[in-house]
Structure formats: C-alpha cells, structure tokens
C-alpha cells in the first residue's frame, strides 16, 4: 500500500473533514463512481477510437469471460 496519499485522496479527506452522516457517505460514494466509471468509459472510447475497433469486436469482447473451470473434489 502506498505510504504517502496522493493529492486527489487530500482533497477527498479536505471535504470529509466535518461530521458527515452515513447517508451523505453513500451519495458520496455514488457521485465518486459515477464519476470513476465515466472517466473509464471515456478512456476506453478513446482506445476504440484510436485502434479503430469495429462493433463486432467489442461485442466479441463483452461476452467474453475469463473464468477459469475447475474440479470440486467431493470426498465420498
């Protein structure tokens, strides 16, 4: 874990510095990952746009999944 806090994580404890109720926390955390997932969703739309990916892959990515299958041994 790093050892010093970076300055967007300051400013995060500049603004909780007063009593803040448990509702105010949860509409803090949903502003904070509305905002996280839009910057995410920017970021790959650049990437997209940039590598000229068509539709089709994408779609392709969507549904693919990286579980990895494994055997329970099930002692009788």
Do not use: C, G, P
Request: glycine share 0%; hydrophobic share 40%; aromatic share 10%.
């Amino acid at each position: 874990m790093a050892e010093t806090l970076t300055a967007a994580q300051l400013e995060v404890l500049k603004l909780l510095q007063f009593e803040t109720s448990e509702d105010e926390l949860f509409e803090l955390k949903k502003i904070l990952s509305v905002y996280l997932a839009d910057r995410l969703m920017r970021s790959i739309n650049t990437e997209i746009e940039i590598n000229q990916y068509t539709k089709e892959q994408t779609d392709i990515w969507a549904n693919e999944h990286f579980r990895i299958a494994y055997q329970v041994n099930r002692a009788k």
